[in-house]
């Protein structure tokens, strides 16, 4: 039986996800953005090795705590948590072309500066780097109500910025999954 994180209502399992999906490798550098509590951030990290390093990047100092909680937990030091806003130019304080990957899980639903956040992750990505792209699907009865892009618009969004996109992968029923390359 596996034991999803808190918080996530049993919708997504962080570590099969990452596992899965076949792009996280030893030793990248990951940005992840709105990293939340890090459900990510710790799967991610523990599959990067000591080799590798996650910006777990978050505009609230809670969330971040609770990384930083999770990190001693679980004794994973290779995280460096960054309160930023994603919504500017330039946000996530991370050096152009510094990330091997930007995961992006939950994120767009709760932004207003979309373009912006697309365009710091490409900032961020090196060349032929990739994007992990993750959100809530439009209609599902569950989750948080309000604004949910269809992923036929993320794809216009992610292409309009000159990301190209790779595959879809499966989720959950309630999320879509989709990689895109720089």
């Known amino acids: 039986m596996v034991i999803l994180p808190p918080g996530t209502g049993g919708f997504l399992n962080p570590q099969k996800i990452v596992d899965e999906i076949g792009v996280v490798e030893q030793g990248m550098k990951i940005a992840d953005f709105g990293c939340g509590h890090g459900y990510f951030s710790l799967p991610l990290a523990k599959k990067v090795g000591d080799n590798g390093m996650v910006f777990a990047l ?52 709760q932004t207003e500066e979309d373009e912006t956040v697309v365009r710091e992750a490409k900032r961020v990505l090196k060349k032929g780097g990739r994007l992990v792209f993750i959100d809530w699907k439009p209609g599902v009865p569950l989750g948080p109500q309000g604004k949910r892009i269809p992923q036929e618009e993320v794809r216009r969004l992610f292409e309009k910025e000159g990301f190209s996109f790779e595959k879809e992968f499966p989720t959950d029923n309630y999320h879509y999954g989709l990689i895109f390359k720089k």
């Open 58 to 109: 978050d505009v609230f100092s809670k969330a971040l705590e609770a990384v930083s909680s999770r990190m001693r937990l679980e004794g994973v030091q290779n995280i460096e948590t960054k309160r930023c806003n994603l919504e500017k130019e330039g946000g996530s304080g991370l050096l152009d072309e510094s990330c091997d990957l930007v995961w992006m899980a939950n994120l767009l639903f």
